[in-house]
C-alpha cells in the first residue's frame, strides 16, 4: 500500500531560523511527488513536483529535493508569512491517478 | 492566473438530505478530481473523471455518491443521502493533460451534516 509519513508533525521556528521538513514515500516506481502549502480553511496551493530521484526545485525562501525514499523542504531564512501546514503528495503506483497524502508539518514562525 | 473555483463555501444540511458540490476547474483542464478531508486528517482521494466518465475511483466513494460534468465549465459531487460522517472539507482539482502533471485545487467546500 502506498504511504507518506511526514515528520515533524509541527515545527516552531523564529524568523530567519532555517530548517527542513522531511517526507519519507513507500510507493511501487515513483510517478511524481508534490509539495503543497496549505493554509487553515483553505485548499492545497502548489509548490513543486519533483519526479526523479536527484531532482531539486527552488522557489524564493523554498527548496525542495528528491531521493529515492524520501524527499525535503528546506526553509531558508522563514518570514512569518511562511506559517502554514506543507503537505507531500505521491501519485499512486501502478498508473493510479490519485495522490496520496501525508498529514503534513505545521510550520509556525515567530517574529 | 487561472484557478479553480468551487461554490458554495460553506454547506450545512441535515442528515439524510442531497447535497451537490460545484466546482469550475482550469478551462483547458481535461482531468477533474475529489479529494475530502476531514477535520485534523489527511487528504483523501475520492474520484477522478476524464472524457466525461469515472477514471478511478476510491472504496469512500460508494453508491451514495455521483460526479457528473453538466456543461463545458461545470463538475459536480452529489452526495446522495447524507450522513454525519459525511462532514469534512471537500475539495476540486484540476490537472491539464493526465494524472502525471500537477493538480491544481480549489479553496474547497465545508461541509456539515447535523
Known amino acids: 500500500e502506498d504511504q507518506v509519513t511526514q515528520s515533524p508533525e509541527a515545527l516552531r521556528l523564529q524568523e530567519g531560523e532555517s530548517s527542513s521538513l522531511n517526507c519519507s514515500y513507500t510507493v511501487s516506481g515513483l510517478r511524481g511527488l508534490f509539495w503543497y502549502r496549505q493554509d487553515p480553511g483553505k485548499g492545497p496551493e502548489f509548490l513543486f513536483t519533483l519526479y526523479s530521484a536527484g531532482e531539486e526545485k527552488e522557489k524564493e525562501r523554498l527548496k525542495a529535493t528528491l531521493t529515492k525514499k524520501e524527499s525535503f523542504l528546506h526553509i531558508t531564512a522563514p518570514k512569518p508569512e511562511d506559517s502554514a501546514t506543507y503537505l507531500c503528495?505521491?501519485?499512486?503506483?501502478?498508473?493510479?491517478?490519485?495522490?496520496?497524502f501525508g498529514k503534513g508539518t505545521k510550520l509556525t514562525v515567530n517574529p | 492566473e487561472p484557478e479553480v473555483t468551487q461554490t458554495p463555501s460553506h454547506q450545512v444540511t441535515q442528515m439524510g438530505q442531497e447535497v451537490i458540490l460545484r466546482c469550475v476547474p482550469i478551462?483547458?483542464?481535461?482531468?477533474f478530481y475529489w479529494y475530502r478531508q476531514i477535520l485534523g486528517q489527511k487528504v483523501e482521494f475520492l474520484v477522478s473523471?476524464?472524457?466525461?466518465?469515472?477514471?478511478?475511483k476510491s472504496e469512500i466513494f460508494d453508491d451514495q455518491f455521483s460526479v457528473e460534468r453538466p456543461d463545458g465549465s461545470n463538475f459536480t459531487l452529489k452526495i446522495r443521502s447524507t450522513k454525519l460522517e459525511d462532514s469534512a472539507m471537500y475539495f476540486c482539482?484540476?490537472?491539464?493533460?493526465?494524472?502525471?502533471?500537477?493538480?491544481?485545487f480549489g479553496p474547497g467546500t465545508r461541509l456539515t451534516v447535523l
Open positions: 482539482a484540476s490537472s491539464v493533460l493526465s494524472s502525471t502533471d500537477t493538480q491544481y
Open positions: 503528495a505521491v501519485l499512486g503506483s501502478g498508473g493510479s491517478e490519485k495522490l496520496v
Open positions: 478551462s483547458n483542464h481535461l482531468y
Open positions: 473523471f476524464y472524457n466525461n466518465e469515472i477514471s478511478e
